[in-house]
T-cell receptor, first 117, second 115 residues
Framework: DAKTTQPPSMDCAEGRAANLPCNHS???????VYWYRQIHSQGPQYIIH???NNETNEMASLIITEDRKSSTLILPHATLRDTAVYYC??????????????????FGTGTRLTIIP | ETGVTQTPRHLVMGMTNKKSLKCEQH?????MYWYKQSAKKPLELMFV???????ENNSVPSRFSPECPNSSHLFLHLHTLQPEDSALYLC??????????????FGPGTRLTVL
């Protein structure tokens, strides 16, 4: 799986949009970009994923550059409950049969996002 | 709530004890996973089950023994653990293993301390 680079920490004012960048310059054509977050000592929470088109769901938007070498996760109206470590992951999707390498989620160090009241 | 529950949330055990971690998913998924997360190492995938069949992972010590009696339940049986096994143990599930079905949803984890 391609490696990702994220800033170690960011602050965002409550109510503002939080924009979290991720670089994945070695991403392969069949690798997807996934975002998870983890609040201290809790399980990771799935946020969103995409291949090359921008994606939006009830939690966030994912903007992927045309060359796919970087992406940005956008939390449109950050709240205090969005304070967490955010992980950007690139991975090949499973092929429908077990392949231990494909199932594995590899988290880097992530970005610690702090929402300021 | 993600639809994946884990019990207990916290567990303290001695090296000679036998204990089990339980995971239950209410999502109708067919694949379940055990991960280990410690301060010293990144997220480590331990076991994968798909339709109650296990994908072998030879790198996991035999003191960890998984069990998947049905597609909704997953257990991790622990015996003769070492202090370095202290970690957050996470269960996850996904609809399947391929294509649009392999997004994993995690439970809250069990914080295990081995004395």
């Amino acid at each position: 799986d391609a490696k990702t680079t994220q800033p170690p920490s960011m602050d965002c004012a409550e109510g503002r949009a939080a924009n979290l960048p991720c670089n994945h310059s070695t991403i392969s054509g069949n690798e997807y970009v996934y975002w998870y977050r983890q609040i201290h000592s809790q399980g990771p929470q799935y946020i969103i994923h995409g291949l090359k088109n921008n994606e939006t769901n009830e939690m966030a938007s994912l903007i992927i550059t045309e060359d796919r070498k970087s992406s940005t996760l956008i939390l449109p109206h950050a709240t205090l409950r969005d304070t967490a470590v955010y992980y950007c992951i690139v991975r090949v999707r499973g092929g429908g049969i077990s392949n231990f390498g494909n199932e594995k989620l590899t988290f880097g160090t992530g970005t610690r996002l702090t929402i300021i009241p | 709530e993600t639809g994946v529950t884990q019990t207990p949330r916290h567990l303290v055990m001695g090296m000679t004890n036998k204990k089990s971690l339980k995971c239950e998913q209410h999502l109708g998924h067919n694949a379940m996973y055990w991960y280990k997360q410690s301060a010293k190492k990144p997220l480590e995938l331990m076991f994968v089950y798909s339709l109650e069949e296990r994908v072998e992972n030879n790198s996991v010590p035999s003191r960890f023994s998984p069990e998947c009696p049905n597609s909704s339940h997953l257990f991790l049986h622990l015996h003769t653990l070492q202090p370095e096994d202290s970690a957050l143990y996470l269960c996850a599930s996904s609809q399947g293993l391929g294509g649009d079905t392999d997004t994993q949803y995690f439970g809250p984890g069990t914080r295990l301390t081995v004395l």
